[in-house]
């Protein structure tokens, strides 16, 4: 598979609002308007699946014939809806949570059905290391693994993160290790 594309132009950082619904296709992630023009990103696994869809076949059944429901924790709804797709594909049921708070409420009520957490770690209300430990410090769902799927990855985050209660740190858009990481540690907890 290969993509046509010119040169980089410029690398800058930012903090867009990203539009999933206007420019939405086949391997059309979203928008954002970028320095005032419109920049549309590409899902490359959409693209690579949409062509080679026996590609990704085995890992589609990771979820098993009564998955377990993983609690997804983002302030931002793109990257909620992402995750949501990713686990979906792999088999799994998924509810969501736009902060620390709202999945707290959502474990207090619903804990017996949820079998794992992915969580943000920056959000407003109750930020992810919060959330962690009061997961891990829960004679209730203390149990659960918890997978911090973030930007903040420097060796004091990753740290505090760990100290927290934290399983494992994963990068956002990494898709592959993500969905070989639930499917880890959900057949762990299944098995135990």
């Not at 296709?25 to 699946?49: N, P």
């Not at 992915?118 to 997961?135: A, H, Q, S």
Request: proline fraction near 3%.
């Amino acid at each position: 598979i290969g993509l046509l594309a010119s040169g980089p132009v410029d690398a800058i950082e930012v903090s867009a609002e990203i539009d999933a619904v206007t420019l939405r296709q086949t391997g059309i992630m979203g928008s954002a308007i970028i320095g005032g023009t419109t920049t549309m990103l590409i899902d490359i696994f959409e693209l690579v699946e949409t062509l080679h869809p026996e590609w990704f076949e085995d890992g589609a059944a990771c979820g098993g014939e009564n998955p377990p429901l993983v609690l997804i924790v983002d302030d931002s709804e793109f990257f909620r809806n992402l995750v949501r797709i990713y686990l979906e594909q792999a088999g799994f049921r998924v509810v969501d949570a736009v902060d620390g708070l709202e999945a707290w409420r959502l474990l207090e009520a619903a804990y017996e059905t949820i079998g794992l957490v992915v969580t943000d770690i920056e959000m407003p209300n109750l930020d992810g290391f919060e959330l962690t430990k009061r997961i891990k410090n829960s004679s209730q769902f203390g149990y659960l693994p918890v997978i911090a799927l973030t930007t903040l990855a420097a060796e004091e985050d990753v740290a505090r993160g760990k100290a927290a209660g934290v399983e494992e740190y994963h990068i956002k858009l990494d898709r592959e290790r993500l969905v070989e990481a639930v499917c880890r540690h959900l057949q762990a907890t299944v098995a135990a």
